[in-house]
């Protein structure tokens, strides 16, 4: 059985900064795309950054300059620094991430940590 378990949210004023942190655990093989997704009241749940395996990193042009996504392979574990946070930023976050179990690939999901930017 595969966990995401993500850490880190909470209510931050406008400019401040969090660090989520989503650690994957149980029978993984290997771990490729890692990613963030929000999710805000009454809108679709949109993407926010991924990173490959290989380091490699896309972001929302919503969160380009101010969000920086990072992984450690060693702790199965992706990181989400949010610095000059904005009332639109809030949301449930949600960590994804495609990996591979025995021979199957496949995505599996977090439970989601609410952030909420408000003064």
């Known amino acids: 059985q595969v966990q995401l378990v993500e850490s880190g949210g909470g209510l931050v004023q406008p400019g401040g900064s969090l660090r989520l942190s989503c650690a994957a655990s149980g029978s993984i093989f290997s771990i490729y795309t890692m990613g963030w997704y929000r999710q805000a009241p009454g809108k679709q749940r949109e993407l926010v950054a991924a990173?490959?395996?290989?380091?490699?990193?896309n972001y929302a042009d919503s969160v380009k300059g101010r969000f920086t996504i990072s992984r450690d392979n060693a702790k199965n574990t992706v990181y989400l620094q949010m610095n000059s946070l904005k009332p639109e930023d809030t949301a449930v976050y949600y960590c994804?991430?495609?990996?591979?179990?025995?021979?199957?690939?496949?995505?599996?999901w977090g439970q989601g940590t609410q952030v909420t930017v408000s003064s």
């Open positions: 994804n991430a495609h990996l591979q179990v025995g021979f199957v690939s496949n995505d599996y």
């Open positions: 990173i490959t395996s290989s380091t490699s990193t």
